[in-house]
Every structure is written in C-alpha cells, then in structure tokens.
C-alpha cells in the first residue's frame, strides 16, 4: 500500500514477540523498507532485558521476506548504545530515513505518594529520556544527509489523559507528546516531520502484566481475564482489544510520503477509548 522500497528505517523495543515494535518492524519490511532493529538482549533487572533470541528470530523472518536487517544491541537510554546503534545504521546503509521510538517500560502500580524516585528514574530514563537520545541522534544524521525523513514516536493514550495508579508512566509518555510538538517545529525547515501514536489497551505481554496488577486491586476479586473483559466491554466503543498490527498500520502511514503535510501531531488509535 505504501512504497518505502529500499528506506531505511530504526526501530527500538522491537523485540518481543507479541510486542508493538514487532509489528511495526515486520510492517515496514512489508512496504519494502530495511530495517535495523534495538532492543535489550542481556538480563537487566532494571529494564527486564534478555530478549537475544527473540530480536534474533524477528531479524531472520525479515531476511526471509527479502529485506536487509541489522540487529543491535542496546540500551535507549544509554547515549553510547544509541549513538553505536546510529552509527552502525549509517555504516551499512550510508543512510536512515524513518525512526520509530518505540522502546518503553511501564512502571509499578502505585499511587504517585507511594512511586520511588527509583522507579520514576527508571520509567523516565528508557520512555521520556529514551525517546530523546534516539531521536537527537538520528536527527543529527538526518541534517547531516539532506534527505529529510519521518520521525514517529510511540507514547500512549497515558500520554493524553491521567490513569490511576500510572503517574511515573503517565508522566514520560506526556513528555513524549511535548516533546514531539517542540522537534516537529524545530526539526521542520529540514523537511523532517515528527509525530506520536497514543495506543490504548493493545493485546501484548505488558498488558497482561498491566491486568495481573490490578486484579491485586480489584475488591470483587475479579480474575486478569474478567479485568480485561470489562475493561474492553464498558470502555472500548469498537468492543475489541487493539491488536499491535492495528498500530503498526498507522505508523507505516505516517511513515510514508502520504503523511508529508503531517506533523507536530499525537495521534490516538485506542478504538474510541480515548477521544481527547
């Protein structure tokens, strides 16, 4: 539907088999682009790593559909790690032209009272701090090859409105969406377009995590699976969970030379969960 043919494209956090950035990766191999791939590979208890295996896996079914792949390595929030991972981009394809910041963790259920300061580091430096490193470092290049390119980050509706219980999460997926307006309009004269996707409750292994948490909360004693189906049942209009194909469907279009007058822009895709 959309041609990147022969595009080079970065996506971090691209690892996990029923992830988002999988999606998104394979989506744009789809459409023709070359992918280099970011994840966390060796066991962090800090950012919940060792996905080696699965970043392999992803990198061989994008090779068998005919595209190049690089896979790295790497921690977003570490400027060495992204700045090896930019540098090895540029090595083996002399180019980039689409950043999707994908990377990010949740944090833990907590009131914002009770979140320590090592729990709020920790959720701002892979989410808000992330997001930053990735994107100042490809923008540079960007500049630097005069070829303009597509910028599109990954927050979250907790980025548009409060939820309970989610302040340190709520708080860097906002700042992604600030952080989108100011790079659109400084990175514009350089035909670069910046823009945010704001999933809702998409069907991955956070989201599970996400429904374990609050059955702890819940006084009817109700079960991850009950949580989640009243949950899709009395706050999703479309009455389906969002799938990660459903995202990685809207970042290909802002991707493309069809999304070239967009910018600036924090688009929901929550299947009417979130309207604002």
Do not use: H
Not at 23 to 43: F, H, P, T, W
Not at 95 to 103: K, P, S, T
Not at 122 to 129: E, F, I, P, Q, S
Not at 195 to 211: H, M, S, W
Request: charged content about 25%; proline content about 2%.
């Amino acid at each position: 539907m959309y041609n990147l043919k022969d595009k080079v494209a970065i996506v971090t956090g691209a690892a996990r088999r029923r992830g988002i950035g999988r999606a998104i990766a394979l989506r744009l191999a789809s459409e023709g682009a070359n992918l280099v791939l970011m994840d966390i590979c060796q066991k962090r208890s800090d950012l919940q790593g060792a996905l080696g295996e699965e970043l392999k896996e992803l990198a061989e079914e994008i090779k068998a559909r005919g595209r190049q792949v690089v896979a790295v390595e790497g921690d977003v929030g570490a400027r060495e790690d992204v700045e090896r991972m930019v540098g090895e981009t540029i090595r083996r394809f002399g180019q980039v032209d689409i950043l999707v910041n994908n990377a990010g963790i949740g944090g833990p259920m907590v009131t914002v009272v009770q979140t320590s300061e090592e729990d709020w580091d920790r959720v701002m430096r892979v989410n808000a701090k992330g997001t930053f490193l990735c994107s100042q470092a490809v923008a540079k290049e960007m500049i630097r090859l005069g070829r303009g390119g597509k910028i599109v980050n990954i927050a979250s509706q907790a980025g548009k409105r409060g939820f309970v219980f989610e302040g340190a999460y709520c708080a860097s997926k906002f700042a992604v969406v600030g952080l989108t307006q100011v790079m659109a309009i400084e990175l514009a004269r350089y035909k670069i377009n910046v823009n945010t996707v704001c999933p809702g409750t998409v069907d991955t292994e956070a989201i599970d995590q996400l429904f374990l948490q609050l059955s702890k909360y819940s006084k009817s004693e109700e079960t991850p699976q009950q949580i989640r189906d009243r949950i899709i049942r009395e706050q999703v209009p479309l009455r389906r969970i969002e799938k990660p194909e459903d995202v990685a469907n809207l970042v290909v279009w802002l991707a493309s030379s069809e999304a070239d007058y967009m910018t600036g822009e924090s688009i929901n895709i929550t299947g009417g969960q979130t309207m604002d």
